[in-house]
Nanobody, 115 residues
């Protein structure tokens, strides 16, 4: 089965930037739609950004213009570049892969935006 490993989270000041990475196992990465979700304490998990196998992207309105999702199929990796971070972006960020039959989730990485 597919395993997803996120990295790049941490503490950053408002207005700062972080780049999250999600490294995926398996040979079918290039055909998966990949996504980044986030969940803050006491709140529902929400889709942040997604990218299809063809490179089409979709973003939550709250991050549009600030975040960029990309993928490197040669490295089986998807990225989330987060700029102009706000305290409201504080959450655990999860990598998601839409497999052929099922979906897969990473363990999550904490992003904290605070002064």
């Amino acid at each position: 089965q597919v395993q997803l490993v996120e990295s790049g989270g941490g503490l950053v000041q408002p207005g700062g930037s972080l780049r999250l990475s999600c490294a995926a196992s398996g040979r079918l990465f290039s055909i998966y739609t990949m996504g980044w979700y986030r969940q803050a304490p006491g709140k529902q998990r929400e889709l942040v950004a997604a990218i299809t196998s063809g490179g089409s992207t979709n973003y939550a309105d709250s991050v549009k213009g600030r975040f960029t999702i990309s993928r490197d199929n040669a490295k089986n990796t998807v990225y989330l570049q987060m700029n102009s971070l706000k305290p409201e972006d504080t959450a655990v960020y999860y990598c998601n892969a839409q497999g052929i039959i099922t979906e897969y989730w990473g363990q999550g990485t904490q992003v904290t935006v605070s002064s």
